[in-house]
C-alpha cells in the first residue's frame, strides 16, 4: 500500500486538533459521528471492527477516552500492516478467528454480537487460560498480542502522555532521589519513555 | 599549494578521531582535507528528530518491516529505531559478509561525523593494567606505549571534550578531567553502599560521560532529554559535529569533501612515502586524487583497514605497510548483552526528575589484585535504576474500567546490570577483501570471521553470576540474568587488525601510530588497538589521534616527513 497514504492517515489519527475536539465531543456527551472516513489497510472492515470492540473492552470510555476515543483500531491496523513481519500477519487473521471460536462458545455470540458484560467475562477468562500456554510454549498469545498493541498506543498518545503522566520535554536537570508529595504520575520525555 | 587537488595534510574520515586529526592539523596552520564517505551531515539543522515526540513518529518509533529489510543489522541495535534510523547505515546498499555460523554485527553510520552522533559517551581512561596484559600473559604483542605515554594527551582531550564523573582514585580505572558528576537514583546508591561494603575493593560509581553538566567551551549544559542518539540541538554532548569539525572549520584550513570513497592509498616506493590518495565521488561517479604530505586514517576500524587492504602494489602485495601479514587480523570487540535485573522493594514515596543520559559504572574487579582461576582481563558494568512505567503494564492481566486506572500507577524500582568484557587478541578473528562481491558503488566489500573463544566463554560465565550476587547480596527480588549470546561487533566497540607493536615484522603500526612501513601514514581510530581492555574505548581513540598529530607536525617541522 501507499506509504504516504499511511502517514496521511496516521497524521489524521495523531493530529493534535482532531484528539483535542474528539476528546471534547466525548466529554461533552457528544458521539463521535459514526464512522469516520479511515479504510483499515490490513484488517478487513469486519476485523477492524471487532478489534475495535477488543480494544474498547480492554480500555473502555470512562471519564477519561478509551480506545476508540483515541483511534487505536487505526493505530493498530498501522502496526499490522507495515511493523509486523510477514509471519506475523498471516497468522494474525488466523488467530482472530479461533479467539472468535472461542467467544461464540462461551458467549453463544461472535464478540461483537455479544453484550458487554458478557465480553468482559469471556476476555478474563480467556487470557487466563492464554498467560498459562504462553509461559509453556513460549509464543506469545493473540490476546497479548492485541493489549500489547493497545497499550503501546494509548500510552504513546499525546493524550496519555501530556493528561495522565507528567511529560518533561526538557527537564533541564537531573536529580535522581526525590522525595514526592501526595500521588506522583509517571514520567515520560519526548521519546515517550517513561522507564 | 601549487593546486587545488595538493594538501599538506590528509585526513580520512571525519568521526570521533577523524574530526579530532582536523581540528589538531587545522589549529596548527596545516591546510587539511578531510575525506568523508558518507553523506553531509551538519550539526542542529540535520537532525530532524531532535524534537520529535513519540506520538508524531508514524510508528511509534518502531522500525517498520521495511526497515528491518534494509537494515538487517542496523536494526538490531538499541540505538536504532524510527527517530534514529536516517543515522545508520543503509545494509543492503553496503554489505558485507561472514561464514554463515558466525555472524558479525558491524554497526556504523554513513555520514559526517560518523558514530559520534551515536555514540553511548561513556568514557574511560587506560592503565598500565590494560597496557601491560599482553606481554605479562604472553599474547599477541606488546604495547609500545605505556600510561605515562597517553596520559597528558588524555587530559587534553577531556577538557576540550567535556567529561562528567566522579574522581575515585582507583589504579585500575584512572580518573578523568572531570566537569560535575551526574546524580544516583534512590536504589543504586542503596546497590553501591551494599557492594562497597561486602567487597571492600568493588567501586560502584557514576558513569563517566561525555555530556556537559555545565557549560563548557561555548556549548551548553545537557538538559537531561536521553535523546542523543538523535543529534543533540544543545551540543550538550561531545560529538564531531558540535565540537571537533566547528574548531577545525573556525581556523579556515579544513575542506571537507563528504560523498568521498577512499578506494586506495597512492604510494611511492622510491621514496617510501605515501603521495596521496585515490577518491571515488559516489554522486558522480568520478575518481579523483588528492596529493598531501601526511595521510591520517581516521575512518574508522574496519573502514581503515579496508583501505589498507585495497592499496595493494608492488610494494606492499599484501596490504598498504602490509610486511608484516597482521592487516586485517587481531579483530576484537567488547562482551555485549549481558544482562541482569532486579526489582527492589522500598523508596516508593521517591522519584526523579529528568531523564538521564548516563549509567552507573563498576569499574573492573577481576584479575586485578588477584587471579581468576578460570580466564584472563576482566569486565565492567554499566546500569541504571528506573521506576516501572507504563513499559511492564503491557503484559498485565485485566480488562476494563479498573484495568484502565491502574495502569498509569507508578510502579516499583527495578535495576538492570549490563557487562562489558574484555575479548582477546587472537589471529584467527579476522577480515579480508571478498574477491567477487562490491557494494552499490563498486567497491570491495568485506569478509569478517570471528569467533568468541575459551576466555571469553569462561568470563561470560562469571559475568552473569558477579551481576546476579551483588543484586541478591543487596536484597534485590526476582533477579534475571540474560546472556544475549550477541555476536562479535554489538558492542560496537570493534577494534584490531592493524595493530600498534614495537616489531615490524608483527605489527603495522609504531609507537606514534605512524606505519612501520610508510612513515608519513598515521592510523588513529580504532584498528591501531593491539588489545581491548574493557572499558568503552572512544577517549582512548582520541587522546592516540591527538598524540599523533602533536608528533607528526613536530616531525614535519624537523622535516623528517
Redesign the interface.
Known sequence: MNRRK??QQ??YL?GGAVSASIITGVMSGCQPKGEPDWTPQFLTKEQAATIGEIAE????E?D?P?AKSLHLTE?ID??LK?????YEQLQFPRELAKFEEECQFFTGNNFINSSPDER?KF??LH??KE?TNQKQTGEKAFI?KI??LV???Y????Y??TE??NY?????????????EGL???????????? | MQDKNTFDVIVVGSGITGGWAAKELCEKGLKTLVIERGRTLEHVKDYPTANTPIWDLPHRNQPTAEDRENYPVQSTVYAFNEGTKHLWINDKDHPYTTPPDQPFNWLRGNHVGGRSLMWGRQTYRWSDLDFEANAKEGIAVDWPIRYKDIAPWYSYVEKFVGISGQAENLAQLPDSEFLPPMDMFCVEKRLKKSIESKWAKRRMTIGRVANLTKGHNGRSACQHRNLCYRGCPYGAYFSAQSATLPAAAATGNMILRPDSMVESLLFDKDSSKATGVRVLDTKTGKTVEYKAKIIFLCASTLGSTQIMLQSKSDRFPNGFANGSGELGHNLMDHLFNLHAYADFDGDLDKYYTGQRPNGIYIPRFRNVWDKHPDYLRGFGFQGSASREGWESKKGQPGFGADFKKSITALGGWKMAFYGFGEILPYHDNKVQLNPNKFDIHGLPTLYIETKLRENELAMTKDILATAEEMLSVAGAKNIRVWDGKAPMGSGIHEMGTARMGKDPKTSVLNKWNQCHEAKNVFVTDGSCMTSASCVNPSLTYMALTVRAVDYAVKELNKQNL
Open positions: 499511511a502517514i496516521t497524521a495523531l473492552t480492554i480500555l473502555p470512562t477519561t478509551g493505530f498501522l502496526m507495515e511493523v509486523f513481519n510477514g468482559q476476555l478474563v487470557e487466563k498467560l497479548s493489549k500489547e497499550l503501546t498506543g500510552f504513546t498518545s499525546e496519555a502522555i495522565l503522566m518533561n520535554p526538557i527537564p533541564t536537570k537531573f536529580e535522581g532521589c526525590v522525595d514526592i506522583a504520575k509517571i514520567q515520560v520525555g519526548i521519546e515517550g519513555r517513561s522507564a
